[in-house]
């Protein structure tokens, strides 16, 4: 008997049955604009988030932060006789802020008129959670205390200085931070930058008398909403230049009798569609 040979739609391959599925033309191309959009988009995000960064770090290095808008205020420890209260300053400048908390060993005596003396709370911006570290730093000074008291040490603790500066723009996006003097569970005296990369100060001619609004850093720890804000907002921006790129190619080629998706010359024959790409078909 004679094997006959039957036809089927599947190839085997490796033993494996292949199907081959075809989609109808119409779905397949709703399947490759919707990836064409996903890619566009990722790729306008991705670029957001670097222009982001960018624009961070260029703020961080073009603008003087201690140019911008002055505002200072005053917060009471409450907890410790040598540390008495805290002295908060902030400066706000385009794409630049910065707030300072110097602890005083005495109390503080208010500035006069004109500068509007505003609280803690007024003061410290959202990015930053410089109430939390200015609370821990009274309850470590308090500790100091206690024990050089019990040590019959009564020289004064030195004053804290601890400042936060964030860049950005439409929002603070990146931070980093500042202590001088003391650390908790660290030595006494010094400075640390912590979440930034320093860079030379504004006025370097001027270091013997170096001011707190002369140092800079390039921040990289992230301030989340404003990252993400930011973000978004590049990556629109981005997104209708590409979309107005594409409509003004898109439109010459019409203009030009030319297929709108791939540029064949069609000789202004749009009714039949791209026989090249198969646009209009």
């Keep these: 008997?004679?094997?006959?040979?039957?036809?089927?739609?599947?190839?085997?391959?490796?033993?494996y049955l292949r199907t081959?599925?075809?989609?109808?033309?119409?779905?397949?191309?709703?399947?490759?604009?919707?990836?064409g959009w996903i890619a566009r988009i990722t790729i306008c995000l991705l670029l957001g988030a670097i222009t982001t960064i960018a624009v961070a770090w260029a703020c961080a290095w073009w603008i003087n932060v201690g140019q911008g808008d002055f505002r200072e205020g005053w917060h009471d420890a409450q907890q410790t006789e040598w540390m008495r209260g805290w002295r908060i300053t902030r400066r706000d400048a385009f794409g630049a802020n910065r707030v300072v908390a110097m602890a005083r060993g005495t109390v503080p005596v208010p500035p006069k008129a004109p500068i509007a003396i505003l609280t803690r709370e007024e003061l410290v911006p959202w990015w930053s959670n410089l109430s939390q570290v200015m609370d821990e730093q009274v309850r470590a000074v308090h500790a100091q205390e206690s024990t050089r008291r019990a040590q019959g040490d009564k020289t004064t603790v030195r004053?804290?200085?601890?400042?936060?500066?964030a860049r950005g723009w439409p929002l603070p996006a990146l931070r980093c931070r500042w202590d001088h003097g003391l650390v908790p569970g660290g030595p006494e005296g010094g400075e640390i930058l912590q979440g930034g990369?320093?860079?030379?100060?504004?006025?370097?001619q001027q270091v013997s008398s170096l001011s707190i609004d002369d140092q800079r850093a390039l921040p990289y720890w992230p301030i989340?909403?404003?990252?993400?804000?930011?973000?978004?907002?590049?990556?629109?921006?981005?997104?209708?230049?590409?979309?107005?790129?594409?409509?003004?190619?898109?439109?010459?080629?019409?203009?030009?009798?030319r297929c709108i998706k791939c540029g064949y010359d069609l000789r202004g024959d749009f009714s039949t569609g791209c026989s090249?790409?198969?646009?209009?078909?």
């Excluded at 075809?22 to 397949?28: E, V």
């Design 159 to 165: 004053p804290t200085v601890l400042f936060d500066d």
């Design 197 to 204: 990369i320093e860079l030379e100060p504004a006025n370097p």
């Design 224 to 257: 989340w909403r404003g990252l993400a804000v930011d973000t978004l907002f590049y990556a629109t921006i981005l997104f209708v230049l590409l979309g107005g790129i594409g409509f003004t190619r898109r439109e010459l080629r019409r203009v030009r009798g």
């Design 276 to 281: 090249e790409c198969g646009w209009g078909r």
């Design 20 to 35: 081959q599925t075809t989609l109808h033309p119409r779905i397949a191309a709703i399947v490759l604009t919707v990836k």
């Design 1 to 15: 008997m004679r094997a006959t040979a039957v036809p089927i739609s599947s190839g085997v391959t490796c033993g």
